[in-house]
């Protein structure tokens, strides 16, 4: 397995050149073969940690590539993991999960948040933030406002002058 790490206090992901190698293999899997492809790849491996590597390899590559992203959306990403946003569930599952929907959501192009939306995500974000910790209780909230958001009006991802936007995100109490 590589060497893929998850920071749960800033939702970074620190990736080695192997794992580099493995999402952009996945992008270019994906994006060849589509739907059957992405469809396969959601499947869980054999351990459930393996399972969470692939899932954090899958939202780099919805992250890197609208493409990708589609193809997961087709192939119903949201019904297949909605079991991992769970209170029970474990809280790297969690975060993986969580990681790949806001990678998907990020790609200002088409509905994604619409068919996130559609698929039934907000009813577990919502169950979980009473559970959460800070920091996911946090991610979680910035999810379900990036999703509210861009199914109103989509808001600019950047600064007329390129700079980022920042983002406040209000307390969960």
């Known amino acids: ?3 893929l790490v998850l920071d749960s206090q800033t939702s970074q992901v620190e990736l ?5 190698k493995r999402v952009t293999a996945a992008v270019r899997e994906i994006k060849k073969g589509g739907v059957e492809v992405a469809r396969a790849k959601l499947v869980p491996a054999s351990s459930a940690e393996a399972h969470l590597d692939d ?3 899958l939202a780099e590559a919805a992250a890197d590539s609208a493409t990708v992203a589609t193809h ?3 192939a119903e990403c949201v019904a297949v993991l909605l079991p991992y946003l769970t209170p029970v569930a474990p809280k790297h599952a969690i975060e993986a999960t969580l990681r790949l929907f806001s990678a998907i959501s990020a790609h ?3 509905s994604s ?8 995500l907000l009813p577990p974000l919502l169950a979980l933030l009473p559970t ?3 920091a996911l209780a946090v991610r979680i ?7 509210a958001a861009d199914v109103r009006h989509p808001p600019p991802r950047s600064h007329p002058r390129g700079l980022p936007l920042p983002c406040h995100p209000r307390a969960v109490g």
Do not use: F
């Open 113 to 120: 948040c619409e068919r996130l939306l559609k698929g039934g």
């Open 16 to 20: 080695d050149a192997k794992t580099l």
């Open 1 to 3: 397995m590589s060497e």
């Open 132 to 134: 959460a910790t800070d």
């Open 141 to 147: 909230a910035v999810l379900i406002c990036n999703l």
């Open 72 to 74: 997961l959306l087709d």
């Open 55 to 57: 899932l954090l390899i």
């Open 108 to 110: 200002p192009t088409g």
